[in-house]
């Protein structure tokens, strides 16, 4: 049985920072492609960051890009999310997902059918 487990969450203040990480069982994360995904009251849950099988390329989208950076630890089976240069706009609830296949759009939110159950990310101005 598949579960992930998001910790790291809390309150900032602009352009502060954050690390979120995702605990995975009954998965190995080095195996296939993993993402976060975030979710604001009223919005569509849409794609953050994705790291792919093999050498792990990565992704992001536009909004987060150069303030955000995903990774993994295979040794921990651990998903992490850094996130640097938070603004107000970062606020939402954050979900790990992991693919049992191979993905072809990384953040593409159908791609993923393993999920937390999220950790809350708020930034204050």
């Known amino acids: 049985q598949v579960q992930l487990v998001e910790s790291g969450g809390g309150s900032v203040q602009a352009r502060g920072s954050l690390r979120l990480s995702c605990a995975a069982s009954?998965?190995?994360?080095?195996?296939?492609?993993m993402a976060w995904f975030r979710q604001a009251p009223g919005k569509e849950r849409e794609g953050v960051a994705a790291?792919?099988?093999?050498?792990?390329?990565?992704y992001y989208a536009d909004s987060v890009k150069g303030r955000f950076t995903i990774s993994r630890d295979n040794a921990k089976n651990t998903l992490y999310l850094q996130m640097d240069s938070l603004k107000p706009e970062d606020t939402a609830m954050y979900y790990c997902?992991?693919?049992?296949?191979?993905?072809?759009?990384?953040?593409?939110?159908?791609?993923?059918?393993?999920w937390g159950r999220g950790t809350q990310v708020t930034v204050s101005s």
């Open positions: 790291i792919t099988t093999g050498i792990g390329s990565t």
């Open positions: 997902a992991a693919a049992s296949r191979w993905v072809a759009f990384p953040l593409l939110r159908s791609e993923y059918n393993y």
């Open positions: 009954g998965y190995t994360v080095s195996t296939s492609s």
